[in-house]
């Protein structure tokens, strides 16, 4: 038997090689149903771009894999193809079929089928014509009435433009007038917010504090000291009232 196929480290490289393949092939087929736009399913973008780096990663640590000088299994092998090899004229068909540029014969005859199919489109047109002057009566009465519906029509869009104009030049003022006043307005906002953003701040009470000092515990105080706080407090909650209702503390 040859020692080749006694050799463990030759079979596990092949090995390992064979299932870098596998997981390739895997690969393909979803990356291919998510973009097939025939699938039931519409994939978002974020699965497209996972399937597609994900056969990229497989792609690249096959090559890796190959492109490796240890990888000694693959110089000793001889590969068969399943099939016999077609010959040299059935492999050039997709050369063929790719060609940007047709044979001159067929490009010739090509143009010569454009040039019929023009010229009895042509005729026919022609003929299907005549045929509805001669059905409906002399063409000049027909052509006659269309002309006066012509100058019918454009007589009433000539009469029209005026107003269309005047329409038009009046959305325009409004708009203007309407842009004018959204700047002003921002204008003297901002002017406001930075006079009083002092003031209106005051007013943010800190959450952390009021919860700090709803958690200690109230000392104890003599009935004297607790009077005048009371007091204190009170004058303190007249001054925010008055504050709040006309934006003066007296």
């Known amino acids: ?42 994939a978002s973008w974020p699965e497209i771009l996972n399937k597609f780096n994900i056969l990229v990663a497989r792609y690249v640590s096959l090559n890796r894999v190959l492109s490796e000088n240890h990888l000694s ?6 590969l068969h193809p399943q099939e016999p090899v077609g010959t040299d004229q059935e492999q050039q068909v997709l050369a063929v079929l790719l060609r940007t540029k047709l044979v001159p014969e067929v490009e010739k005859a090509q143009e010569v089928l454009i040039r019929e199919a023009e010229t009895c489109y042509a ?30 029509y454009r007589s009433q869009t000539i009469a029209l433009l005026p107003c269309l104009f ?21 204008q003297s906002l901002e002017k406001h917010l930075d006079q009083y953003r002092p003031q209106l701040k005051l007013r943010i009470v800190d959450e952390a504090e009021v919860r700090a000092a709803a958690a200690e515990p109230p000392p104890q105080l003599s009935p004297a000291r607790a009077a005048g706080l009371l007091k204190e407090a009170t004058t303190d909650l007249e001054r925010l009232m008055r504050f709040v209702s006309s934006g003066t503390a007296g």
């Open 123 to 152: 005729a026919g047109v022609t003929q299907a014509l005549q045929e509805r002057f001669v059905g409906s009566g002399p063409p000049a009465e027909e052509l006659k009435l269309w002309k006066v519906t012509l100058v019918k």
């Open 166 to 186: 005047s329409f038009k030049e009046s959305l325009q003022s409004k708009a203007e007038a309407h842009d004018a006043v959204c700047l002003s307005a921002e």
């Open 1 to 42: 038997m040859d020692p080749f196929y006694d050799d463990a480290k030759q079979i596990a490289e092949l090995e390992s090689l064979r299932s870098k393949l596998q997981q390739l092939r895997d690969s393909f087929l979803p990356f291919l149903q998510a973009t097939d736009p025939r699938f039931p399913f519409t």
């Open 73 to 78: 299994a693959l110089r000793k092998m001889v």
